[in-house]
Nanobody, 115 residues
Framework: QVQLVESGGGLVQAGGSLRLSCAAS????????VGWYRQAPGKQRELVAR???????NYADSVKGRFTISRDNAKNTVSLQMNSLKPEDTAVYYC?????????WGQGTQVTVSS
């Protein structure tokens, strides 16, 4: 009964910025953590950033200093501000909510960075 919807993806030039957002609806109880993952063609899905209920953040080394994850607990949303985008950031980005220690996934949003 939990649904996640991502938005904000698109096509940008290298060096540009995008802001992704994800909103959760349905039976939202205790959210343990929220995060963003991405998957490029021919590659495994990887963690980009996450933030726990206690506010602890983790970032992939490849995005540190460029991406920032944030959350709005009142609205059950999570965002990812992506700056200084590189072609290697091109991927489908998925948001993830860990609710009562069970994972829920969004449908994904495409981010394409041109050189």
């Amino acid at each position: 009964q939990v649904q996640l919807v991502e938005s904000g993806g698109g096509l940008v030039q290298a060096g540009g910025s995008l802001r992704l957002s994800c909103a959760a609806s349905g039976s939202i109880f205790s959210i343990n953590a929220v995060g963003w993952y991405r998957q490029a063609p021919g590659k495994q899905r990887e963690l980009v950033a996450r933030i726990t209920s206690g506010g602890t953040t983790n970032y992939a080394d490849s995005v540190k200093g460029r991406f920032t994850i944030s959350r709005d607990n009142a609205k059950n949303t999570v965002s990812l501000q992506m700056n200084s985008l590189k072609p290697e950031d091109t991927a489908v980005y998925y948001c993830n909510f860990l609710i009562l220690m069970r994972p829920y996934w969004g449908q994904g949003t495409q981010v394409t960075v041109s050189s």
